[in-house]
């Protein structure tokens, strides 16, 4: 099962990529409107207009076809982390029940899978390039024709920035200043659907991401639990799910939907629909189940995630409808910056615009603080400022940070990777929860002691190796030092028990660089 957490920051190094070249583009597209020949004949304007949107297409997909490889290389290697994440989580649960999962490198129906979501996806990218590269030729050629487009009744469209310009009803800067304000306001490359609404490069880009990693990842659990024979699954849950999402999160089902005691899992969820679980930019997931084991939610903890809420300027609010505030708090961010940036490539006055972004940054901190919601710097960001190698070099850190904690990975003298070494740290606070396969060391009794807490696949305290005895050494009389284990025990939700424990030879060699 992958935990909300994971899916949410997968698609962020791709996100950069893709914001530095829609900024990229519009800069492009600004310095051309703003030296565009407006002079020329009227006979000669829909020729030449052309022409540049064409000039405009061509380097469009020229720019994002250098992403075309680095995003195919990314996306295959979030699929095989993402899978195997899911299937490590599932196969320690089949374990426990006595049952033998087969590596997924033994398994040609696993590989299948992975790859089929791996070209389903990339299919979904060049799409993407193929349209946006579509859609902002069709802007551009929009911006040089007209200014706030309005089509009346009868067809005929007015305040054309050619005609204005030229009839001199209104001068180049402001025609040119009022075109890329609107450009600005709904983003290069902008995908418009049938129904209206509206995506910009980073929704759409986070979106593919998520959707196929999950997707894919479910795929692989859906099969495991076929080989496995498993019918059961708790389905994951977390607060702020949107409100069709939040009724049937958390609960327990039947997979083939012959169950008399829990509901059929397809029609409770919509899993294998857009609108349902694992669908459209969904972060639900699950995990195989058998009776007897401990729920990961129980009622007590959804009813707090449902019931949790915030107050802003006097206004509660569920986490749902907070999120959403700041979702919109970071588009009108996103919105500014774009039109500073356009201007300023223009060589027009960006002051209006600069104030706006301090405004809405002021009004983001003051949500914040209200709320104590976090901030997520990827999603206010538009690429500015960052050079494509910049780009490249923040997209790689994030994809280290995704393999840093897809698995426990050791040295090659067989010791653990410890992936945060806190030892430095003043009273560093050791959570139930962390990340998922987080190896954390920390000091204790005054330094005389370090501490290894393990997180499983959940990001949940698995285990806790300690080279003392606490300072105690008549309840921890273990080793030749008080060296120890702890075990962590889970119940409903919370940590109810942490029975100590000697070693084992494998843990021993494990932690063999503090013990």
């Not at 418009?192 to 894919?216: F, H, K, L, M």
Request: positive net charge.
């Amino acid at each position: 099962m992958l935990k909300p957490e994971y899916l949410q920051r997968v698609p962020d190094g791709m996100i950069q990529l893709y914001a530095q070249a829609e900024m990229d583009i519009l800069e492009n597209m600004a310095v051309r409107i703003a030296h565009y020949g407006y002079w020329i004949p009227a006979v000669e304007h829909q020729a030449k207009m052309l022409e540049e949107a064409g000039m405009v297409r061509e380097e469009i997909l020229a720019r994002l076809k250098t992403l075309t490889g680095r995003a195919d290389r990314e996306l295959r290697q979030l699929m095989q982390e993402a899978g195997t994440a899911a299937l490590k989580s599932d196969d320690a649960v089949y374990r426990r029940q006595g049952l033998h999962p087969p590596p997924v490198s033994a398994s040609e129906d696993l590989q299948k899978i992975l790859q089929a979501g791996y070209e389903k996806t990339s299919g979904t990218f060049r799409n993407l390039t193929l349209t946006t590269a579509r859609t902002a030729a069709h802007q551009f050629e929009q911006a040089l024709d007209r200014v706030g487009h309005r089509q009346r009744g009868d067809d005929r469209h007015d305040d054309r920035a050619y005609m204005q310009i030229t009839l001199g009803g209104m001068d180049s800067g402001t025609a040119i200043r009022s075109t890329l304000k609107q450009l600005s306001a709904e983003g290069v490359g902008a995908i418009r659907y049938p129904t209206g609404r509206t995506d910009t490069i980073e929704v759409a880009v986070r979106r593919a991401v998520v959707t196929g990693v999950n997707q894919t990842a479910l795929r692989l659990q859906d099969a495991r639990a076929d080989e496995m024979g498993a019918d059961l699954v708790e389905v994951s849950a977390h607060a702020g799910a949107r409100p069709s999402h939040a009724q049937w999160q958390g609960g327990i089902y039947s997979r083939s939907g012959k169950s008399r005691k829990y509901p059929d899992f397809v029609k409770a969820t919509g899993y294998g629909t857009g609108a349902g679980l694992g669908g459209w930019n969904c972060s639900h997931s699950f995990r195989p189940w058998f009776e007897g084991m401990s729920r990961t939610y129980d009622k007590a903890l959804l009813k707090e995630y449902q019931a949790k809420d915030y107050e802003y300027n006097g206004v509660r609010m569920t986490e749902y409808e907070a999120l959403q505030e700041q979702r919109k708090i970071e588009r009108s961010i996103r919105r500014w910056k774009r039109e500073q940036n356009a201007l300023q490539a223009a060589g027009l006055d960006s002051s209006e615009a600069s104030a706006r972004i301090t405004e809405w940054n002021r009004r983001q901190r003051d949500f914040l603080e209200q709320t104590g919601l976090k901030a997520d710097s990827m999603r206010a960001a538009v690429g500015k400022g960052s050079t494509p190698k910049e780009a490249e070099r923040v997209a790689l850190l994030k994809q280290k940070e995704i393999e840093k904690y897809s698995q426990y990975r050791y040295n090659k003298n067989g010791t653990i990777v410890v992936t945060d070494d806190w030892t430095k740290k003043e009273h560093p606070k050791v959570s139930a929860e962390y990340k998922p396969y987080a190896v954390v060391d920390v000091l204790s009794q005054k330094g005389k002691q370090t501490d290894r807490m393990y997180y499983d696949a959940d990001g949940r305290q698995l285990r806790q190796v300690s080279t003392g005895a606490h300072g105690n050494p008549k309840r921890h009389p273990y080793g030749r030092n008080g060296e120890h284990a702890h075990d962590i025990i889970w119940k409903d939700g919370k940590i109810v028990d942490r029975p100590a424990r000697e070693l084992t030879e494998q843990e021993r060699k494990e932690n063999a660089n503090i013990l």
